[in-house]
């Protein structure tokens, strides 16, 4: 018997055990999320510098703290181990995670690609889930369907917020349409500091004119900050390269250049600059024009838009996992489930 067990619809089903990939600002917000639900439980928490694993759980307050005070959950006695190929190891000796949620900076633009590789190569099965943003990392996910199949591991891309959440809901609200012209994400981010989500950030400013994934990669942190001084903390983006295009593409709803993405964000203040929404315009079958509005409530934080949707989709993973359907799927494809 599982620490945490829940009743499913005819029988007890043990939770699922997951690992978080990635413990800066999402990864931290993760465990949070995962400590309020009985369907889930962290098992696994890796950093640059360590891992953590617990079979019968992880608590996430600990696991937080000992990031925050010495650098990497691997510090975490009796269950962190220090080790600087923290994933490996981890996915290496430990077998009993059904699931991994990849909080990881996708610096350079393939990283979370290798960790893929490298995870298909460790002959773990599960189901993996991101929260990658670029269309051009979903694409060199993609490409490896056939190497996902083979390895019995089931991959749910574009997981977060934008793409994600929104995407989700453009697949959705599309639906009222018979002909869609355009789909429109605009997202406003509030953060208190930038530090939180260094990975986030740094993946904005590439989105910059001027900017490329290497050159934001490249950048120190104190190039960071007097770029952040220049703008009064404020990174304002406009035709971004985001997956939401690929994946409305792909699902067969519009063309991707049909789908534009942008938004704000102040990286020195919690309250969103504006509200992020998704505004879908179609033509119906009456041949009416018409656009749908899909906003998020001001309140909720980007970590509880990535984090929640994460998953959401983890868990309807898990289910495509259990019937045999291993490969790539995407947020516009597939409905998240509910965790409890
Ligand atoms: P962060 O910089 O706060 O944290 C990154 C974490 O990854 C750190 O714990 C670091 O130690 C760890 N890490 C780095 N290299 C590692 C390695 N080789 N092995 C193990 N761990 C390693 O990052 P963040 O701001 O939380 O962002 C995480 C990702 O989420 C980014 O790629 C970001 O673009 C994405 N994101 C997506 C959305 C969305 O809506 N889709 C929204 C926000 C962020």
Not at 128 to 141: H, N, W
């Amino acid at each position: 018997m599982n620490a945490k067990q829940v009743i499913g619809s005819s029988k007890f089903q043990p939770a699922i055990h997951v690992g978080v990939l990635g413990f800066g600002g999402l990864g931290q917000a993760a465990a949070r999320v995962l400590a309020l639900k009985k369907e889930m439980i962290l098992v696994a928490a890796a950093d640059k510098q360590g891992y953590a694993y617990a079979a019968e759980g992880l608590n996430a307050g600990e696991c937080i703290a000992t990031y925050q005070s010495r650098g990497s959950v691997g510090y975490l006695e009796p269950v962190g181990t220090i080790s600087n190929r923290s994933i490996q190891d981890l996915t290496e000796s430990v077998h009993h995670v059904d699931g991994y949620f990849l909080a990881l900076p996708n610096l350079p633009n393939n990283f979370i690609a290798s960790v893929t590789q490298e995870l298909i190569k460790s002959g773990w099965r599960g189901v993996l889930v991101d929260a990658i943003k670029r269309t051009s990392a979903v694409e060199q996910l993609l490409e490896m369907k056939a190497q996902l199949q083979a390895a019995g591991i089931t991959y749910m891309t574009g997981c977060g917020a934008t793409p994600g959440l929104l995407t989700a809901a453009a697949a959705l609200a599309a639906q009222s349409y018979t002909e869609i012209h355009r789909v429109e994400i605009t997202f406003g981010v509030g953060i208190a500091n930038w530090e939180a989500y260094r990975a986030t950030i740094r993946e904005d400013i590439a989105h910059m004119p001027g900017y490329s994934v290497e050159t934001a990669r490249a950048m120190t942190d104190e190039e960071v900050e007097a770029l952040l001084d220049q703008t009064h903390g404020v990174l304002t983006l406009e035709n971004m390269e985001h997956a939401d295009d690929v994946m409305l593409e792909l699902a067969g709803i519009v063309e991707r250049d049909r789908v534009i993405v942008g938004g704000v964000v102040d990286t020195r203040n919690p309250k969103k600059p504006l509200s992020t929404n998704v505004k879908v315009t179609g033509r119906t079958f009456e041949g009416k024009i018409s656009t749908h509005t899909f906003t998020l409530g001001d309140e909720t934080s980007m970590a509880a838009n990535v984090c929640g949707p994460a998953f959401g989709y983890l868990k309807a993973g898990i289910q495509l996992h259990q019937r045999g359907m291993y490969g790539i799927y995407t947020a516009a494809e597939i409905m998240p489930q509910f965790v409890r």
